[in-house]
């Protein structure tokens, strides 16, 4: 029973059996947002997600600086999937200003894409390791990542903010002997995760805390939105880098992986299944990359949109599509720039996956949706 | 007759004033090893802000590993912590959650400012959302720049903090 | 396994140029698209507006009293699923606020490389109370579901009220955010 006194400020009746807690922001389990939950006894009755703690206003931060300066903050939602959160503005904003993109840089994007989509899951791995209380899943992926990294600071500079993307290609050709070493770098790192089924998704104890929780049927999947691995997860096959092919993605062989459990357990186990996936596409990207080209087209210092137009562009990010809609007004800033984000729209999911859940499975419902709290918050 | 001067209703004030008393007297022989045993056990409180805490988990991964520095991986009970990494950007939403963790800490508590955002704003000096530093929040011990800053000098920023304990007073409230 | 089949009546993949005659339609418009946007025409008539017809792309433009007939016609018979995003823009000029749905299908598997934009606008107001002025759209969430948080979204951004939404409490923002819906243009981030 809540009464509304005045905006932002509400009266709760206090109820015998049901508790009010609230988890987050300073919380092991939550990240940077809270979520209200009530619970009667140990089991959870209703949950209420309140994000915002990072709202930094990228896109009014947008309207007021050009399609260049544009870049640097827009890659930071998601520092360690930089990349690929980049990704879907460059292509809509190359797509306004009119130019072409070489054929090597499109390759060169795809590499560093699936890189990243590589360092993101396993970040995102190592937090839902340590979150289930599994030491050794923090500390296997966190190490194993650092050799990715290690590939992207060779090609663009930057541990993880790379800005490598800009409108007209990459920033910079890849160094020498590059192929060499990331052909090397992948394959070990594939031998390597193929070695956490051993340790955590053949684990007993992750799969009775996983295994049936939180189970998202097929229907309410599609009816909610839900994105990327979530989706996949209850069985919709959908991928992006398959049904809407943006830059050499169509004359990649792709494979999408689905699962049809719905629960925490098959959302963990999509992403892991994507890195290996990534890894193929790297190798084939590697061996069809033309050897030598030229790899940005020049622009204009500050380059203006031809004509008012709105573009809605998106990609397949380590956590779902990713939409970016610019809207041009013919001059050199955006007039209004949105990011549909897929941490955002995965959000609505949580309080259907909590309702009826116990309190001590709410970590491994909530960090299974794959969402980057940041990213959400824009 | 130091029976007479204890009543019921004072006698938490006398203890208080006799473990004063006893704290000023043991600062300055003690001190130095009370402060040599702080900053060893760092421990970080478990609040991340912004996107910083992405470097601030790898500094505890495998590679670089700020444990052995003596700074302990990020906890989750506030009241055991004594340094807070204030992990990027603050919002004006985070702002006073960020003061009530701070405050719920006991004493002794260390700040470490990390990344640009947690300074000056960094990139978002212009945002409505954001402050323009945490100086006004909470005080601070150390900064570290960087967008985001590399572990590494995370790492020697945790360095530098535990070189200002080593010369601070073990009391460090008269 | 690789790249969604495409109807094969799907021949021609370039864009339609704008620049160089805007009163005359293109001739080469892609077909599958052509076909969607006419079935709606067909429906409504003049009540909508089809602003462009792109690769992959439609673009209708509804006045607020009909946006709730359109898309359920949308979700029932084009069998569009779920919304992907909901964006605001402001108008100050037109005195117009548009929110524009952005709308994808999980189900179909012919539309999974269609997004169709359903867009309407809202009157604005100068000095807005959100909720209580006449900045009022009807909510979308009884036909796509997953339009529930991105309204809200909107609400707070703009000052957009959707009428009939369950839940139109504040999302993003402080709680004590006491200024203009901080994504209209009057509201200048510089200097605040």
């Known amino acids: ?271 892991w299944l994507d890195m290996m996936e990534s890894c193929n596409i790297i190798r084939q990207a590697l061996q069809k990359m033309p050897k030598s080209g030229s790899v940005r087209t020049k622009l204009k210092p500050n380059p203006k949109t031809k004509v008012p137009a709105t573009v809605y562009k998106r990609v397949e990010s380590g956590r779902g599509s990713l939409g970016c809609y610019i809207v041009s007004d013919g001059k050199t800033e955006p007039y209004r720039l949105k990011l549909s984000v897929p941490s955002f729209r995965n959000l609505i999911a949580l309080p259907y996956l909590l309702k009826g859940e116990k309190l001590g499975n709410m970590p491994s419902v909530y960090w299974s949706l794959n969402y980057w709290p940041v990213e959400a918050d824009r | 007759m130091l029976k007479d001067l204890i009543t019921p209703e004072n006698a938490n004030v006398f203890v208080g004033k006799l473990g004063d008393i006893l704290e000023k007297a043991i600062d300055k022989p003690l001190g130095y090893a009370i402060n040599w045993g702080r900053i060893w056990s760092l421990w970080p409180v478990h609040i991340e802000t912004a996107c910083c805490s992405v470097e601030f988990g790898a500094a505890s991964s495998p590679r670089y590993d700020v444990e052995r520095f003596g700074i302990i991986e990020a906890f989750g009970s506030l009241r055991q912590c004594d340094l807070v990494v204030v992990q990027g950007t603050i919002t004006r939403k985070m702002a006073p959650r960020l003061r009530l963790v701070y405050d719920q800490m006991p004493e002794p508590k260390y700040v470490i400012a990390m990344g640009a955002c947690a300074i000056t704003g960094g990139l978002y000096f212009d945002s409505y959302n954001v402050l323009p530093g945490i100086d006004g929040v909470i005080p601070v011990d150390v900064y570290v720049p960087g967008c985001p800053p590399r572990p590494e000098t995370l790492i020697q920023g945790c360095i530098l903090l535990q070189e200002k304990i080593k010369r601070m007073k073990a009391r460090k409230f008269v | 396994m690789s790249t969604e089949t495409q109807p094969s009546d799907v021949i021609s993949k370039e864009k339609p140029t704008p620049a160089k005659k805007p009163e005359e339609k293109p001739v080469d418009l892609p077909a599958f698209e052509k076909g969607l946007s006419d079935k709606i025409t067909e429906k409504f008539g003049d009540k909508i507006e089809v602003a462009f017809v792109k690769e992959d792309r439609v673009r209708i433009n509804v006045g607020r009293e009909n946006v709730h007939e359109v898309a359920e016609f949308i979700r029932d018979e084009l069998n569009f699923d779920h919304v992907e995003s909901v964006s605001g823009v402001d108008f100050p000029k037109d005195k117009e606020i548009e929110v524009v749905y952005h709308i994808g299908s999980y189900t179909d598997s012919s539309l999974s490389r269609q997004i169709l934009v359903l867009a309407t606008r809202a009157q604005r107001e100068d000095n807005p109370i959100p909720g209580k002025d006449a900045t009022i759209l009807p909510t979308l969430r009884n036909i796509f579901y997953s339009v529930e948080f991105h309204e809200r979204e909107i609400f707070e951004m703009f000052g957009v009220f959707f009428e009939g939404h369950p839940d139109n409490r504040r999302l993003l923002l402080p709680e004590d955010w006491a200024d203009l819906p901080p994504l209209r243009k009057d509201f200048d981030s510089r200097g605040r």
Not at chain 1, 121 to 144: E, K, N, Q, V
Not at chain 1, 220 to 242: E, F
């Open chain 1, 1 to 271: 029973m809540t009464t509304e006194i005045m905006p932002g400020l509400a009266l709760q009746k206090v109820d015998e059996r049901i508790m009010t807690l609230n988890v987050g922001p300073q919380h092991p389990g939550s990240g940077h947002m809270r979520i209200v939950v009530q619970i009667d006894g140990d089991y959870i009755v209703a949950c209420d997600p309140d994000p915002g703690y990072v709202h930094r206003g990228e896109e009014k931060m947008a309207e007021y600086r050009n399609y260049i300066t544009n870049i640097p903050h827009l890659e930071r939602p998601v520092i360690h999937d930089s990349c690929n959160v980049l990704y879907p503005y460059v292509l809509g904003a190359e797509e306004l200003l009119g130019i072409e993109v070489p054929e090597r840089a499109k390759y060169i994007r795809v590499i560093a894409s699936e890189l990243n989509r590589c360092i993101y899951i396993m970040y995102w791995l190592a937090i839902y390791g340590i979150f289930l209380g599994h030491s050794t899943m923090f500390m296997w992926p966190a190490g194993d990542r650092e050799f990715l990294i290690d590939l992207m600071e060779k090609m663009s500079g930057a541990r993880v903010t790379h800005a490598h993307f800009v409108p007209g290609g990459v920033r910079n050709d890849l160094p020498p002997n590059f192929e060499d070493v990331c052909l090397r770098q992948v394959n070990y790192f594939e031998k390597r995760i193929k070695e956490y089924a051993a340790v955590f998704y053949d684990n007993p104890i992750l799969i009775s805390r996983t295994q049936d929780t939180g189970v998202l049927s097929k229907q309410d999947a599609i009816r909610l939105g839900t994105t990327g691995s979530v989706l996949r997860a209850s069985g919709v096959d959908y991928d992006l880098r398959v049904k809407e092919p943006y830059d050499v993605y169509d004359e990649l062989d792709i494979h999408t992986n689905v699962m049809k459990e719905g629960d925490a357990y098959a959302r963990s186990r999509i992403p």
